[in-house]
């Protein structure tokens, strides 16, 4: 028993050092990327409907190759447009969403996937791509040059 609740104290202070920290508001994920000197990596989904996007959050953004980079060469912003009522985020969080997609991705791709300087300047785009973790953190360096 006491090898279990030591097991289960230590997996509670490991995931929060794999977790992938999402930022929802472009304002913060600026002023996070200015204080740590790194890109903006915002990806507009459609969590509960679009199949490329689940596909892209499993193969990749989900995976722990991905989350241990990214903890320290990327500022992850999200855009989600869910479509299930129990799914519909807060009205506030909706109009932060809706201004994002005004400004960069005016053509309503999903998912979508841009890589911005700490001044929101667009520095490459890219979307589900049939690849390992390593593979698309390369695509998503490559925008950095």
């Not at 790194?38 to 459609?46: K, S």
């Not at 001044?119 to 695509?139: F, R």
């Amino acid at each position: 028993m006491k090898r279990l609740f030591f097991f289960g104290f230590f997996l509670f202070l490991l995931l929060p050092c794999l977790a992938q920290e999402w930022q929802t508001d472009l304002t913060l994920a600026q002023k996070l990327a200015s204080q740590k000197d790194l890109p903006i990596v915002l990806v507009f989904q459609g969590s509960d409907w679009c199949a490329p996007c689940i596909k892209l959050d499993r193969e990749i953004w989900s995976s722990n190759t991905f989350k241990s980079y990214a903890k320290d060469h990327f500022v992850m912003l999200k855009a989600d447009f869910p479509k299930k009522k129990g799914n519909a985020l807060p009205l506030e969080q909706q109009e932060k969403n809706r201004a994002l997609a005004e400004r960069y991705n005016q053509n309503g791709y999903f998912p979508y996937v841009v890589v911005m300087d700490k001044n929101g300047e667009v520095l490459g785009t890219t979307s589900y791509k049939k690849m390992d973790p390593k593979a698309y953190i390369h695509l998503l360096e490559s925008f950095k040059s």
